[in-house]
């Protein structure tokens, strides 16, 4: 059914109305998938030091919320961290070079979680080339706690506007450390009206987008089933799909007002954004990628601590053929000749969010 825009937010607001008239207060309060995040209070709570390490790593920002490690338990002291190669994303990450940013993440919350047990994370990349596991890791004593490490339960990607004010000096100051931050108006304003052109490539680029339309958990039993992938649930949404007015259909039909309210919601978001920060590599192999993983991981930890929020706006870094003019500016503009460009991400002050959800621990580990 084809409604305006206007229509269609009127309806919306109304259907919240009408769930409550229709008695479905107390449902719409029980909506948090209190399985899927249940990892997230679970963690540290394992006696076994490489589980108890684990229980943190699998915390990790990844993209697509794909989740794709798998952890082997060698001996008394060895780990073999794998990447689940079914949860490829390839459309928008052809060369897997995202997912492995995300092991990346990964594998620095494993040794940041061990250092804060005593224990040093003795570790050696693909041992094995890119068919075996992306590494081997042996637990010995020698650790040294990290203060970031105290900024972990915190730690969550928020995707709301940001508050229109400069992020303090003082912050840019504490997080240059970690990655080139951006905060020059004009160049600001560059950024934003290209992470919005790369986002509506994404989204209106058929293959790219039917990928993360069919990655999309819809409410509370969608998310606790399958806790990966895009969740879009809670109270409000949920209310929306009792009414009929968020369906499947209509977020993957390009034609319906849906559609067109979820890119006018990302919009709103990419362009509430003052400031931005970007990580770079000297080049773009696997070792690169991985330590492209544990800076944007050390980083949004940082940025955690001092107050503010993040998220990824790296659509414009993606290496399919619709997003090459992009890919090329994005560099022009962010990187040094040679340099690689491995992640970009949005930075401001926003009302806190709550966790992702995960797949519990258990899930992960092979032969367990």
């Not at 338990?73 to 994303?89: E, S």
């Not at 250092?115 to 068919?131: H, N, Q, S």
């Not at 303090?168 to 240059?176: E, H, I, N, R």
């Not at 490539?201 to 999309?216: K, V």
Request: with cysteine.
């Amino acid at each position: 059914m084809n409604i305006s825009r206007r229509r269609a937010i009127f309806l919306m607001g109304g259907g919240v109305v009408l769930a409550a008239a229709a008695g479905a207060g107390g449902f719409l309060t029980t909506r948090t998938p209190t399985t899927a995040i249940a990892p997230w209070g679970a963690a540290g709570t394992y006696t076994e030091p490489r589980k108890r390490a684990l229980s943190y790593a699998i915390l990790a920002p990844n993209p697509h919320n794909r989740q794709p490690w798998v952890a082997e338990m060698r001996g008394d002291t060895g780990l073999a961290i794998w990447r689940d190669k079914t949860r490829n994303i390839p459309e928008t990450d052809p060369f897997d070079r995202q997912l492995t940013i995300g092991m990346g993440c990964f594998l620095e919350l494993l040794r940041m979680a061990g250092a804060e047990d005593g224990w040093r994370t003795d570790t050696t990349l693909f041992p094995e080339g890119e068919d075996g596991p992306v590494a081997l890791i042996d637990f010995a004593a020698g650790g040294v706690a990290d203060p970031l490490f105290a900024h972990v339960p915190d730690r969550h990607t928020n995707r709301n506007p940001y508050d229109d004010r400069p992020v303090d000096a003082q912050a840019v100051d504490a997080l240059q450390q970690y990655a080139t931050l951006v905060t020059e108006p004009d160049a600001v304003s560059d950024l934003r009206e290209l992470t919005v052109e790369a986002m509506n490539i994404e989204m209106t680029t058929p293959h790219t987008f039917r990928e993360s339309a069919d990655l999309i958990r819809l409410g509370k039993a969608e998310i606790q089933a399958n806790p990966d992938g895009i969740s879009l649930g809670g109270p409000f949404l949920e209310s929306l799909m009792l009414v009929g007015l968020l369906t499947r259909e209509g977020m993957a039909d390009p034609d319906s007002a849906q559609f067109q309210q979820g890119l006018d919601m990302q919009k709103t978001s990419l362009t509430a954004t003052p400031a931005y920060a970007v990580i770079t590599s000297p080049g773009n192999t696997r070792h690169d990628q991985i330590g492209a993983g544990a800076a944007w991981l050390r980083l949004h930890l940082a940025a955690t601590g001092q107050g503010l929020a993040m998220q990824p706006a790296s659509q414009a870094l993606q290496e399919y053929h619709e997003m090459a003019t992009l890919y090329t500016k994005v560099h022009d503009m962010l990187a040094a000749p040679g340099e690689t460009v491995q992640m970009l991400g949005r930075l401001g002050y926003c009302q806190p969010v709550g966790p992702s959800p995960r797949w519990p621990l258990e899930s992960c580990l092979k032969h367990a």
